[in-house]
């Protein structure tokens, strides 16, 4: 797997027009005269090498700070108990800096600040969900920092499960080419471009392709892929 080359490690609100926390899991909060995010930030949305097939993501934990908050409101439907994420992050001009929405699925956070700092804290991890686990992550932070310790990313269980998802995508990625060709097939013998038998004889060798395959993803995240 090819490492994702950061471009930097600490984003800020100059980077703002460069940036998007769309579907960015926020973990937790700080209220003080700032106000602290933990969330799973997105990097790269990478486009299906098949089309069909979901898209996998670049994703890094991160601290988002913004300073010198003032005139803070909440409207949220549920408990800051829950993780939530993030849909949008919006930016208007006031007097003396910006008013901020942070729109998310449960709710929105205004507020007035003069800018943001985002650490990212890890290098980033591939990911077939948007969201990073809490183990992997090694759990949540509202460190400031860009180098962050996470022994778990060397545990031998984590890098095992790591290395079975790889092997796993790439077999939901041969299924999803042999469901293909079973398509093909099926047009080419509505065309009448394939006699009976080798349909027939074709159609049964990818069926059994498919049923074992569907076998060993079964209890996997890519069964439904």
């Excluded at 996998?56 to 108990?81: E, M, V, Y």
């Excluded at 183990?135 to 499960?161: A, F, H, K």
């Excluded at 092997?167 to 394939?194: C, F, G």
Aim: charged share 35%.
């Amino acid at each position: 797997m090819i490492a994702y080359k950061l471009k930097k490690y600490i984003w800020t609100d100059a980077d703002f027009g460069q940036m998007g926390w769309h579907d960015c899991k926020i973990y937790q909060f700080r209220l003080t005269e700032n106000l602290d995010l933990d969330i799973d930030y997105i990097l790269s949305w990478n486009k299906p090498e098949l089309e069909g097939l979901p898209f996998t993501f670049w994703i890094a934990p991160a601290t988002l700070i913004f300073k010198s908050i003032r005139n803070l409101t909440f409207d949220f439907c549920s408990s800051f108990q829950e993780d939530f994420e993030i849909e949008d992050i919006e930016r208007t001009d006031v007097e003396n800096g910006h008013r901020w929405t942070i729109i998310t699925r449960n709710g929105e956070i205004q507020f007035d600040s003069k800018g943001y700092e985002q650490y990212i804290r890890q290098e980033p991890f591939f990911q077939f969900e948007q969201n990073i686990s809490f183990i992997d992550r090694n759990g949540y932070s509202l460190e400031r920092t860009t180098n962050q310790e996470n022994p778990n990313r060397i545990r031998e269980d984590v890098v095992r499960q790591r290395e079975k998802d790889i092997e796993d995508y790439q077999n939901a990625k041969k299924r999803h080419l042999k469901r293909q060709e079973l398509q093909r097939l099926i047009t080419a013998r509505e065309e009448n471009q394939i006699d009976t038998k080798q349909y027939r004889i074709r159609k049964k060798e990818i069926n059994e392709l498919l049923y074992s395959y569907d076998f060993f993803l079964k209890g996997t995240k890519f069964e439904n892929y």
